[in-house]
């Protein structure tokens, strides 16, 4: 997930929306990033409102990031599922929005330097793609609260997912980019962020069971994941699909639609499935240090 238009009162973004750097295409292509980003306000289907971040906002981001960094090294984790609040999502009773994958490089002076793979909306069109970016990247999305939560992975899940993260190719084995915020888990149709690193997770865990998103969806119901159950009324939903071009219901059960219940996956469920399915452990918090 991450933020919407202040604008765009209608549901929960459950997905992210991405900046123009960092991009991991399918076909393998790896893009620089720039460290100081220009956000952008998703507007639905039309192209990003830049505008640049605050200093004061620059300043929060970098501290998360660094707070971020130390009790990652901490942690002795290779790989983490790591989590921000881009938006306020307690009305649906989620405290995170938007879920990557964290993972451990050796930089030049031979410190430890945390990437974050994750999967973007692009300025609120109908699309997505992947991104590589540095912690300081990952906060710098105007989050609703400056918080973080990790879960550090299983040491097995841990090894089977670092050879993935660094690959390209490998990492967008599970990608899909027509995008919707609140896309189904249990459909192909539609894949949003944090559908696509369960997804991955699943083919990363299980090599020898899942090579395409049908079998990862399918491993990912026999190990128990259950999505969330968003409560939409009509009017909401109607609101939102004539609103913005990122969001769509038309993948979900006709008879839970119509009835307000709304399936997709959130990164509080996925935290507990983890640790439920004994893949992971509690997950643990992050505060923004104190100014």
Known sequence: MSRRAPDQAVGPTIGARGPRTGRVRPVGIAVGVALALTAAAAQAGRPCEEKPLTTQQLRRGMNLAQATAQALDASGADVVLLARAGQDLTQYGLRWSHV??????????????????????????????????????????????????????????????????????????????????????????????????????????????????????????????????????????????????NVAFDDHPSARRFSGHIETTTADTVFSWLKRAQLGGSPQFIQEPPP
């Open 100 to 245: 990557g994958f964290a993972y451990r490089e050796t930089g030049t002076e031979g410190r430890p330097v945390w990437r974050v793979m994750h999967k973007l909306n692009q300025c609120g069109t109908a699309s997505s793609d992947l991104y590589r970016q540095g912690l300081g990247e990952f906060f710098m999305d105007r989050p609703h609260r400056y918080e973080a939560a990790y879960v550090v992975l299983e040491p097995e899940l841990q090894r089977a997912l670092l050879p993935v993260l660094r690959d390209n190719a490998r990492v967008a084995s599970m990608f899909s980019a027509p995008y919707s915020m609140v896309a189904y888990p249990w459909s192909l149709q539609y894949q949003q962020s944090n559908q696509w690193a369960t997804e991955t997770l699943a083919a990363a865990a299980a090599p020898k069971e899942v090579f395409n998103r049908t079998q990862a969806q399918d491993w990912l119901r026999r190990q128990g994941y259950q999505p969330s159950d968003l409560r939409l009324s009509t009017a909401t939903r109607l609101g939102a699909r004539i609103g913005m071009a």
